[in-house]
């Protein structure tokens, strides 16, 4: 099954999630102002999103400058990947191809420790791709497991896994929502951000990169 496949619903009775939507995830987490490059990539592109107002310009024109933003930030020690194949369990149905994942390693070969999994919403509908987004993140949650940091221990790593955040977003390119999953609890952040907010977002967006390379998360 897809990860497209997977709704609010399935995701709480196949996946055994349960949620919560009354915390603000990251209210105090603070902004990053954007580069003059993003700024004015964003000028230049936004008009044309809204005259194309296709899901492939929000995803070229929008999410991926945004995306490329962060890994320039953070010096090119994380890696992006879109579109790719992320087959992890078949039997709970979490294999097929992931919109966009940010990892905290620099290698760009190969999907090494997700952090950040980012639905598109489709028809620009935040709401409906809640559940494919919740349904990478648990295929992230158990791929980190499987694939322990060289220096940790089996029992670290379960117990790491426990504890560890792994993040996730859906957007419409403009719109972002931004969730948490520790456990087999995932938090849907109550705020909303707007692309006009891009300073917010950035600073959410790094932040959950740099908190897993500390070993602590905001969801926990």
Known sequence: ????????SKVKTELGISLREDLDLFRETPAIAPSQHLVTTLEEHLPLITAINTEKARSELAIMPVLIEVRRHLN????LFSGSEFNVDARLGLEGFCDFLLCQSPEQYEISRPVMMIVEAKNESIKSGLGQCIATMRAAQLFNLKHPLPTETATETVAETVSETVYGAVTTGTDWKFLSLCGTVVAIDRSDYFIKEIDRILGILISTLRSSKQGSGAGC
Not at 1 to 8: E, G, I, K, Q, V
Not at 76 to 79: P, V
Request: net charge neutral.
């Open 76 to 79: 090119y020690q994380a890696s």
């Open 1 to 8: 099954m897809a990860y497209s496949a997977f709704t609010l």
